[in-house]
Structures are given as structure tokens and as C-alpha cells.
């Protein structure tokens, strides 16, 4: 059964928008395609045959700064009591941002942003030594005047794992510096032994369980505990999906997993979060893991993937998931350029997703969209490159179909066309 039968409102456009030209699906696009803000001059013009609104910054990315910027504010003033009773407050209320990020957890990054920055920075200019001693000040000050409270020791914990991917920088660690590797396996280790100290449970901690999760590389058989340890945090915070994402990434074979693991366990999550969202858990565990490595397409389940984005865009149908989906199906699979009856399934999710659920453009989300395996672009404008890449997107997608003097308009109700 093909997504189009599986769903009434994708026959709407349907009759309209198909057959789509199947040189299209799955055509492989260069980074460069991706990345560059000329891309758009390879399709018929955008403007005015795309009309969408734009919003930047999104609410999401509001609430993110207003928790972390309450956070940073509290450590600034050495209120550490009121730090902690905010965090067990939200961790309690398992308190979720519009976009899923648990407030909790954003608290906690404020709390060590100022520990961390300044490890960065001493790290940056070649001292290592002293970024590690930037986190132990921390340690230090909070081991005395908190010593059992487990919300202000995540702070602590945290901050060692920011340290390691610091170090880490994205790279190989073998291709590290053996400075670098020894303050990295440091970090990481130092961490690993705070996470015995706080049982996630007998705390009723989602933020403790994450970290478990976090100290995996430093764990002597990773292996036999990561399918565990995730169903513990997804157990404990099923809202979640950022953990749901990461289980995806570390199932993986060149993490802890294996590719049969990884769709075990994808199923298994589905009856855990099914209050929640539905089969949707299927969906985010295998796009996190995607995003990651490309060959995970060769292992997915098109159907209960196309079920699951459904599910979720009914359950929450914000712009905010909308707009990841989007990109997901629309961008960051044709970019693998692997052309199966899969990839195909997965990408013509992008229509009916765009014609039912997208109503404005969040460009920070297309713009951190990237070809599986590439490190992000950090340089440039990623508003515009954001933008750009949506529309040009969309109008390879659409844009042929429509006839002359008609154009593309999004509107709160869906998409429409529109005769200029």
C-alpha cells in the first residue's frame, strides 16, 4: 500500500500534482546544491510563485533562549536553591517548549553556559589545561554547597559531556591532538562517575537519564546497555523527541547498534510513546538516525514511516514539526540520492505535507537540514539559505505542475493555487 492510499488528504493534491516527474525523485544533490544561495536559478522563478510567510525567530527558538537566559540569570546570582527547585519544578511537570525541548534541560545548559564558554575559549587558544580547569572551579564551588542535590549536579555533569564535545569538535578521536584526547576522555569519565551517584527512578529525573545516556562512550560494553538506557529516558520523558532522535543516532552500526537494532527498537518505542504519539516514535527514531548515516534508508519501513509523520502532524500540528518533516522528506532524503521505491515512498511525503500542514517557513530548520554524514554549515546567512532551500524545494516538487500565471500560496488553512 503506497502513502497515497494511506491517507485521504494527500488524494486532494494528488490528481493535481501527479504523476511527479520520477527523474525528480531521488536525483542526488551536491552540498553545493544544498548550501549555495544560487541554487534557486536552476528552477523557474520563486518569487512571486512561492508566497509563504516567514518567521524567524520561531517561538521555539523564543522559549529556548527565555529558558536558558533564566537559567544563566539564577547561576549569575548564586541562587543555586532556586536553580534547583526550577528544574525538579519542570522536570516534575515534565515542562516540554512548543518545539519538545524539556525546560528542564534548558535551565540546566544556562546554569553551565558561563563554566563552558569560558572552557571553549581556553581551549581555543591552545589551553587545555585550563579549560578543564574552568569545570572544575564549577565542581568545586557546587560540591561544597550543594552536595546532594541532584538538579544543580546535573548542571556539573552536563558541562563535563559539553567539555568532551568540545574537545571532540566533531572530529574522529584518533585524529585528535593527545592533549585534546586525554582532557576529552577526562571529561567523559568524570561524568561517568557522577552518573552512579543519582539513580534517574528514585529521582524521577528524565535530565539523569539523558546523561546515562551521554556517558555511553565511557561505559566498558556500550553495547549491551544502550537499548536499555534509552528505554529509560524515553520511559521517563516519552514527550520527548530529542531523546528519541538521539536513540536513533546512537543505535546506529557505527555507534553501539546495528542496523537490525535499530529497527527493533524503533518498533519497540512505538508501544512505549503510542500515548504520545501514536506510531510517530518510528518516524523520529529512524529521521534522527537518517540525518546520520544515509544507509538506515535501506532498512526503513516506508509505510509505518509515512504512518508515523502523519500521526504526529495530526497529534501536533504546529509549523515547527511541519517544517522538520518537511525538510526531512523534501531535502535531506533526495540529497542521499538513493533512488528505491522507499526513498520515493518517504519523499512524496513531502507533498501532502506541504499542501495540508505547512502553513509559514521556519528557516533555521532548512537551513540546519544537511546531507547525511556533513558537518552543518556555520558560515553565511542561514536565514536566506534557509529560505531559499525551502522554496527551491518546493518548486521542483510542484513548481512545473502549475499552470501559466498561477502561483504557490500558504495560507493557515493549507496550501493553495492560485491564479496571479
Known amino acids: 500500500m503506497t502513502a497515497i492510499e494511506l491517507f485521504p488528504t494527500m488524494r486532494r493534491i494528488g490528481a493535481r500534482l501527479s504523476p511527479l516527474n520520477p527523474g525528480r525523485r531521488g536525483s542526488r544533490m551536491s552540498q553545493d546544491e544544498l548550501d549555495s544561495t544560487d541554487a534557486a536559478a536552476k528552477v523557474p522563478p520563486l518569487r512571486p510563485r512561492i508566497d509563504i510567510a516567514m518567521r524567524h525567530p520561531t517561538p521555539e527558538t523564543q522559549e529556548r533562549v527565555m529558558h536558558r537566559d533564566r537559567g544563566m540569570h539564577l547561576a549569575r546570582q548564586e541562587a543555586w536553591d532556586r536553580l534547583s527547585h526550577e528544574i525538579r519544578a519542570a522536570e516534575a511537570k515534565r515542562e516540554l517548549t512548543s518545539g519538545g525541548t524539556p525546560v528542564a534541560a534548558l535551565l540546566s545548559r544556562g546554569a553551565r553556559h558561563d ?20 569545570l572544575i572551579a564549577l565542581h568545586d564551588d557546587l560540591r561544597e554547597g550543594c552536595p ?11 558541562a563535563y559531556l559539553d567539555l568532551a564535545q568540545i574537545c571532540a569538535g566533531g572530529q574522529s578521536l584518533g585524529k585528535l591532538s593527545p592533549n585534546l584526547r586525554k582532557t576529552h576522555d577526562r571529561a567523559l569519565e568524570t561524568a561517568y562517575q557522577l552518573v552512579d551517584r543519582f539513580d534517574p527512578f528514585a529521582n524521577d529525573s528524565p535530565l539523569w537519564a539523558a546523561v546515562r545516556c551521554g556517558v555511553l562512550p565511557a561505559d566498558p560494553a556500550p553495547e549491551q546497555r544502550v537499548a536499555d538506557d534509552y528505554e529509560d529516558v524515553i520511559e521517563l520523558d516519552p514527550g520527548c523527541p530529542g531523546h528519541l532522535r538521539a536513540m536513533g543516532r546512537d543505535l546506529l552500526p557505527a555507534r553501539f547498534g546495528s542496523y537490525g537494532l535499530l529497527d527493533q527498537q524503533a518498533r519497540r518505542v512505538v508501544g512505549q510513546t503510542s500515548d504520545v504519539w ?43 514539526y511541519a517544517n522538520i518533516f518537511a525538510a526531512f522528506t523534501g531535502l535531506i532524503v533526495p540529497s542521499t540520492g538513493i533512488d528505491t521505491p522507499v526513498t520515493r515512498q518517504i519523499i512524496g511525503c513531502f507533498d501532502w505535507i506541504i499542501a495540508d500542514y505547512l502553513t509559514e517557513l521556519h528557516p533555521i530548520l532548512w537551513a540546519e537540514a544537511r546531507r547525511p554524514g ?13 529560505r531559499n532551500r525551502a522554496e527551491q524545494a518546493i518548486s521542483q516538487r510542484i513548481g512545473s505542475f502549475l499552470h501559466e500565471g498561477e502561483s504557490i500560496v500558504f495560507t493557515a488553512s493549507g496550501m493553495r493555487i492560485s491564479k496571479d
Not at 544515509?294 to 526503513?300: F, K, M
Open 148 to 158: 546532594g542535590d541532584h538538579a544543580v549536579k546535573h548542571v556539573v555533569a552536563a
Open 278 to 320: 501514536g506510531t510517530g516514535a518510528y518516524s523520529i527514531v529512524m529521521a534522527g538516525a537518517t540525518e546520520m548515516d544515509p544507509g538506515v534508508l535501506n532498512h526503513i519501513d516506508s509505510d509505518l514511516f509515512a504512518e508515523g509523520v502523519y500521526e504526529i502532524l495530526t497529534r501536533f500540528p504546529s509549523p515547527h
Open 115 to 134: 563554566a563552558v564558554k569560558a572552557a571553549r575559549d581556553a581551549i581555543l587558544v591552545g589551553d587545555i589545561a585550563g579549560g578543564f580547569d574552568a
Open 374 to 386: 556533513t558537518a552543518p554549515r556555520r558560515d553565511g546567512d542561514p536565514i536566506r539559505r534557509g
